[in-house]
């Protein structure tokens, strides 16, 4: 297991006018400069479009080692290694030439999360960087960025940003003398958390109905338009600039072994500075809450996390020394997924928690799997039922009895993501499930 050997010193840190510990500031560049967004800002003050010029002079392979070599994983929640995900893309072969895709992801639906349309609002040049070089590395011919419904705003202005790469040159016909051609399309989904999910994400870009597909074949096979196509998240993409500027063996020292770079985490809840901390992955949760954050906003101990979006298994007090890091955080029962901190302070009633999440996904599964559909149903049900003192003697073992009946059993994660927090909260903070149902009453005096 993954530990940090000595405290983080807080003062390598810097906190900008938004709360932000970014070190180092690699993803989150000038947040709070109106112009920061712009081609000439991205160039003059970040370098910007350099690691492009790089990457157009090496073979599309060699930058794809590179990738891999940096060790980057996907930051949209699996934790899948980005270089090999690339490498997934087939060959052109004497008797076909194949068109290939690359989507970004960001349908950014997970609650708890809002890294990415950071990213998108105020350094979407790096986002169209890493593209361009995710694109000639698997020799694409064309990009499409899928933004969640409710992104409304930034549209215009990613567009705007599109549209000066490609008056630059970086972007269309013949992109820098390489006779490569490549260009990025913009897609709006319809608000449906689902679409977050790749296959589902696929079908919403088709003009379909947005739900998962069965697999095989993958994207990498037949993806969008039925063409080999590649699935990153923002702020993954956003990562290979920094890549290719550093070097992927230097971009590997930041971190542990295995889980390298920074991520961008989001604080919220009951912590004094939430905001979005760019840090290296495997600092200690503790750290990331007292240290920077400042600790409990409310004066009274934080006594649940959830350490990686709604979707992730809840800690408790014991679990606040994990070093964040994918592979630490799912040895203890949970996972990194979105890097979305949620700090639950001692007065929070977990059963009115639970019941928030639970009926989320309820009302978020596509209905496609009948586990999914059916047991998430349930699950919010009985739920609501302690939660409003008509909770029965049965219940809590009814409730333990539905998540082996959804987890795995479905064609996309969001099943399993709806139990996770469920067996979760049921092991660490029974006692308040069996005071609801004794005492038809919260047993938190604040109920927040």
């Known amino acids: 297991m993954a530990r940090i050997r000595t405290k983080p010193d807080p003062q390598r840190y810097t906190f900008d006018g938004f709360g932000s510990a970014q070190y180092p500031n690699l993803m989150l560049l000038g947040a ?7 081609l000439k800002a991205y160039r003059d003050k970040w370098g910007g479009y350099q690691s492009l010029g790089k990457a157009l002079k090496m073979e599309p392979a060699a930058v794809t080692g590179e990738v891999k070599v940096s060790d980057l994983r996907g930051r949209g929640g699996a934790g899948f290694r980005t270089g090999l995900k690339w490498g997934f893309m087939p060959k052109d072969t004497p008797e076909r030439k194949l068109t290939r895709y690359l989507v970004c992801n960001g349908d950014e639906g997970e609650p708890g999360t809002f890294k990415d349309r950071a990213i998108l609002e105020y350094n979407p040049h790096q986002l169209i960087e890493g593209m361009i070089i995710a694109g000639w590395a698997m020799q694409c011919r064309l990009g499409f960025i899928y933004l969640r419904g409710e992104f409304g705003w930034l549209v215009d202005k990613l567009e705007a940003a599109i549209q000066q790469a490609r008056d630059a040159g970086y972007l269309g016909k013949n992109i820098q003398g390489t006779g490569w051609d490549f260009d990025l399309l913009t897609y709006r989904g319809a608000g449906a958390y689902i679409c977050g999910e790749e296959t589902a994400l696929l079908n919403s870009l088709e003009g379909r109905r947005g739900e998962p597909r069965v697999k095989p074949p993958f994207p990498a096979q037949a993806g969008a338009f039925g063409q080999p196509t590649t699935v990153n998240n923002v702020e993954t993409l956003a990562a290979v600039p920094v890549i290719l500027r550093m070097g992927g063996a230097q971009y590997a020292r930041i971190g542990l072994p295995g889980n390298t770079g920074t991520r961008i985490y989001c604080l919220s809840g009951h912590v004094k500075r939430p905001g979005l901390y760019e840090l290296p992955l495997g600092l200690p949760l503790d750290f990331i809450m007292n240290d920077l954050a400042g600790g409990s906003s409310t004066g009274r101990k934080i006594k649940a996390v959830i350490p990686g979006g709604a979707s992730a298994p809840i800690f408790d007090a014991k679990d606040f020394d994990c070093p964040m890091d994918f592979d630490t955080v799912k040895a203890r029962g949970s996972m990194a997924g979105s890097a979305g901190i949620i700090a639950m302070d001692e007065d929070t009633c977990m059963v009115r928690t639970l019941l928030r999440l ?17 047991g998430c149903n349930w699950m919010e049900m009985i739920l609501h039922r302690i939660e409003h003192g008509q909770g029965r003697p049965d219940d809590l073992a009814l409730l333990a009895s539905l998540p082996p009946r959804i987890n795995m059993r479905t064609l996309c994660p969001l099943g399993d993501a709806a139990c996770g927090p469920v067996e979760s909260a049921m092991a660490k903070f029974r006692n308040e499930f069996e005071h609801h149902i004794t005492h038809k009453e919260c047993l938190c005096p604040a109920r927040v």
């Open 358 to 374: 639970t009926s989320f996904y309820a009302h978020e599964s596509c209905g496609q799997c009948t586990p999914c559909r059916e």
């Open 32 to 38: 709070g400069d109106l112009d920061n967004w712009t």
